[in-house]
């Protein structure tokens, strides 16, 4: 009996330090919060890095085709970032871009600006004649204006002519006479923009963007000749 008994005796078992730690402080949300942050954050960081190449060329095909439409010939792009002096810079991320021919001789400058429009901003281009000092053409980069009407700033045919050919003569940096939307006259002076019905606030939005260039445009214009001269080769943006 007495040997059943000591049998019988229940037997204890002792956790260990570490058992009775991970059952008295279970993870905390926080800490699990933070780790699903930082897989988050690292799954992010694979997918930017697998795709900014290819984001980069997309924007850079985007703005050779809108420099296309605001004028031809250029075979060469080459970038240009304004500080004290011109410096190159890729042409996506440059304050002007200038195009060349096949021979290396300048043609143009194209200029892009951004600006709020009615939905939300507008990223637009301009081509530039530093020389006749007016603009050559305009086309939109990217727009979430009101399809049918805000839109119709990259397509309506008065809007793009008066934008072909637009007087912006400089003097002390600013422009000679600032740019206007057209009133109802029958002639449509130099400095003035055809408008937009159902569009106005879109359309005073590339106004105002035009007026707010001048900087830019005096800055391409006192390097007009170290762009004129500069030797580029043949071959795709720089």
């Known amino acids: 009996?007495?040997?059943?008994?000591?049998?019988s005796t229940p037997r204890v078992r002792h956790r260990s330090s570490c058992e009775a730690m991970v059952v008295n402080h279970p993870p905390s949300v926080l800490t699990i919060l933070t780790g699903v942050a930082l897989l988050c954050g690292f799954a992010i960081a694979l997918v930017y890095e697998a795709t900014a190449e290819r984001i980069a060329s997309?924007?850079?095909?985007?703005?050779?085709?809108?420099?296309?439409?605001?004028?031809?010939?250029?075979?060469?792009?080459?970038?240009?970032?304004?500080?004290?002096?011109?410096?190159?810079?890729?042409?996506?991320?440059?304050?002007?871009?200038?195009?060349?021919?096949?021979?290396?001789?300048?043609?143009?400058?194209?200029?892009?600006a951004a600006i709020m429009g009615y939905q939300d901003t507008i990223s637009m281009l301009f081509g530039y004649d530093p020389e006749q000092q007016r603009l050559t053409g305009f086309a939109v980069l990217q727009s979430r204006e009101t399809p049918g009407l805000g839109s119709k700033i990259g397509t309506d045919p008065a809007f793009l002519a008066s934008l072909s050919s637009l007087d912006v003569t400089l003097e002390d940096a600013k422009l000679e006479t600032r740019v206007v939307l057209?009133?109802?006259?029958?002639?449509?002076?130099?400095?003035?923009?055809?408008?937009?019905?159902?569009?106005?606030?879109?359309?005073n939005a590339v106004v105002q963007a035009i007026n707010a260039m001048a900087p830019r445009l005096t800055m391409v214009r006192n390097g007009l000749e170290v762009l004129q001269e500069s030797s580029v080769e043949v071959g795709g943006a720089g």
Do not use: K, M
């Open 1 to 7: 009996a007495a040997h059943r008994s000591l049998d």
């Open 58 to 112: 997309n924007r850079v095909e985007l703005l050779e085709e809108a420099v296309a439409r605001v004028w031809s010939g250029a075979i060469r792009l080459q970038g240009y970032e304004l500080a004290d002096e011109l410096a190159p810079a890729s042409v996506d991320q440059a304050s002007f871009v200038v195009g060349y021919d096949s021979a290396g001789r300048f043609i143009g400058v194209a200029v892009p």
């Open 182 to 203: 057209a009133g109802r006259s029958a002639e449509r002076r130099p400095h003035e923009v055809d408008g937009i019905t159902g569009a106005t606030v879109s359309s």
